[in-house]
C-alpha cells in the first residue's frame, strides 16, 4: 500500500508537504528503558513516547505500568500523560493513573531543566482482555492491515514562526486502536520549534483512517509535515 505526497499552496500561505506512511520496522525508535515487559496495558515498542521528553522509562510488571521522564513543558507533559491513558484504556479497559509528586518539579521548570513526569497506570477494574499475566494481541505489522485515509488536515504554519522566518520539519506519530480510531498523537522528530510542532500536533489529530485486520492491536502512522516559506 502507499500514499502520495500531498502539497498545498494557497495564497500567502507557505506550502506544507505532507507524507504517510505505516510502520513496517523500517523506523528506528529512540532509546529508552523498557524494564519488564510483563503488564500488556502498553505496547513495549516507545513509539507512543514524544520526543521532547528525555530520559523516558517504561517499567511494566503484571499489576502496573510506570513511566518517568522529563518533558520540555507542562503542556508536552500533560498530552503525553493523556496519551499514556489512552492507549492503556483502549488496550485494557477504565485506567487509573497516579502522578508521584516532584517537590522540584516548580524549581527545575523555572530554571528550564523541563517537567519531570513520575505516574503509575493501574486497571480500574479487571479486564478479559487485559487480565494479569495475560496476553493483549501485539501491534499490528503491516502485512496485516490494510488503512486508508478518510480525512486529511495540513498543518497551518504559525503566524510567528512565518514572520521570522523559522522553518522545520515535525514528524508525528498518530495512534490509532485496531478499529482504526484516533487514540493519539506524539512527536517522533521535533522541528526544534514548539509550535511549529504543536502545529503539526494539532492537524494530526484531524486525520482520519480506515481500514481492516486480522488481529488486534495498535496501528502506529508516521505524518511528516514540512513546514517551509514559499
Known sequence: MSFSVISIRTGLLPGVALLILLFTGCATTREAD???PGCRMLPTTLRFIDSRIGGARLEQDRSACYFEGTASSQKVADDQKNVLVALASSRCGATIVEDAPDPTAKERAEQGKGVQM?????????NNRCSLGGAVGPDLAGDEYEIQVTAQQPGRYP??????????????????????ELIGAVVETSSGYEDVDEAAL????????????????TVFVRLPFDFKKN
Not at 492537524?203 to 488481529?215: H, K, L, M, P, V
Open 202 to 217: 494539532t492537524a494530526a489529530r484531524e486525520w482520519r483512517f480506515t481500514g481492516r485486520t486480522s488481529r488486534p492491536g
Open 118 to 126: 513520575r505516574m503509575r497506570l493501574v486497571q480500574s477494574a479487571p
Open 159 to 180: 503566524a510567528a514562526a512565518y514572520r521570522q522566518d523559522r522553518e522545520g520539519k515535525t514528524v508525528v506519530i498518530v495512534l490509532l486502536d485496531d478499529q482504526f
Open 34 to 36: 523498557v524494564v519488564e
